[in-house]
Structures are given as structure tokens and as C-alpha cells.
């Protein structure tokens, strides 16, 4: 059985940072890209970030470019995002995603593997 859970949301005034964590179990975690989701209330999904099974090719939605930052760590199974310089519009439900269609940006982009998410809400 897959678990994906994040942990790490919380409440930041604009211009602060957060990290977010997510841990898999019950798959090969190396084996799988992952990524990066988020949903704010009243609009659509979309992908954020997404990062290769290596950690070599990441890619970001231009809305997060430059500010955010995914990595990863295969021995602990780990996915992290950084977030710097955030902004109100922000303000979502994040969400893990193992096995993340690419790219990521695409309106249809999908998962195989998620997690329940984690709220962000950043205060103006």
C-alpha cells in the first residue's frame, strides 16, 4: 500500500518562506518522478514543480519560478519544496503527487500516487 503524506503548511506573512515534506512509503521511491500540486479555493488543480527520478531535470510553472524549489532525497525517501518569497496568491492546499505526468503545467497533468495535502495560507 502507497502512502504519500506532506507535512509542513502553515501560515506566513507575503515575503516569508515555508518547507514542505513529503514521505513515501510502499514503492520504490527512487524508481518514481515526483511532484508537486496545489489548489486554491475556487480554481482548478494545477502542477507546480516536478522532479525526475535522479533529481537531474526539474521543471516549474511560471508562476513559481525562481521563487520555489523542489528536491529530493532517494535513502530517505524524502521530496521537499522550498518555498521563498511568497505571495497571497499562494494561498492553497498543497499536495504530493508520486508519478506525476510530464509536464507537469498541463492542464490534464495527473498522478498516480497522492497524498491528502497540506494548507499554505499566506497573509497579505
Known amino acids: 500500500q502507497v502512502q504519500v503524506v506532506e507535512s509542513g503548511g502553515g501560515l506566513v506573512q507575503a515575503g516569508g518562506s515555508l518547507r514542505l515534506s513529503c514521505t513515501v512509503s510502499?514503492?520504490?521511491?527512487?524508481?518514481?518522478?515526483m511532484g508537486w500540486f496545489r489548489q486554491a479555493p475556487g480554481k482548478a488543480r494545477e502542477g507546480i514543480t516536478y522532479?525526475?527520478?535522479?533529481?537531474?531535470?526539474?521543471d516549474y510553472a511560471d508562476s513559481v519560478k525562481g521563487r520555489f524549489t523542489i528536491s529530493r532525497d532517494n535513502a530517505k525517501n524524502t521530496l521537499t519544496l522550498q518555498m521563498n518569497s511568497l505571495k497571497p496568491e499562494d494561498t492553497a492546499i498543497y499536495y504530493c503527487a508520486a508519478d506525476p505526468t510530464y509536464p507537469i503545467t498541463n492542464i490534464v497533468a495527473n498522478a498516480r500516487y497522492w497524498g491528502r495535502g497540506t494548507q499554505v495560507t499566506v497573509s497579505s
Open positions: 510502499g514503492l520504490t521511491f527512487g524508481n518514481y518522478p
Open positions: 522532479i525526475n527520478w535522479t533529481g537531474s531535470l526539474t
